[in-house]
């Protein structure tokens, strides 16, 4: 499956966003889908996932209670709402899909398939 991410660009601290990611096929469905995100000179991380067929919901501390993940199955998408946006949420975020297990779910080499990457980029 190939995944494409949309939706970063440039706000104010406090400002929201919702990114999105498109899946090409109907395979999207069996996979638990994530958002990881890097920042310039710092190793890709953990953001959020949702599980692949109870819908539950992963969240990193960080961003716990600001952001919401979300997925739709009929349109092969996954979207990450992004409210009380921060100076440190300042990164390129990334889509993630794959047979994630539940004790590796922040881990990036547990998913197979990854987007592109969308920058966003929060002002003070």
């Known amino acids: 499956v190939q995944l494409q991410a949309s939706g970063g660009g440039l706000v104010q601290a406090g400002d929201s966003l919702r990114l999105s990611c498109a899946a090409s096929d109907s395979s999207f469905s069996g996979y638990t889908m994530g958002w990881f995100r890097q920042a310039p000179g710092k190793e890709r991380k953990f953001v959020a996932c949702?599980?692949?067929?109870?819908?539950?919901?992963y969240y990193a501390d960080s961003v716990k209670g600001r952001f919401t993940i979300s997925r739709d199955n009929a349109k092969n998408t996954v979207f990450l709402q992004m409210n009380s946006l921060k100076v440190d949420d300042t990164a390129v975020y990334y889509c993630?899909?794959?047979?994630?297990?539940?004790?590796?779910?922040?881990?990036?080499?547990?998913?197979?398939?990854w987007g592109q990457g969308t920058l966003v980029t929060v002002s003070s």
């Open positions: 993630a899909g794959g047979n994630v297990i539940l004790s590796a779910i922040g881990a990036p080499d547990n998913y197979n398939h």
């Open positions: 949702v599980w692949r067929d109870t819908g539950r919901t």
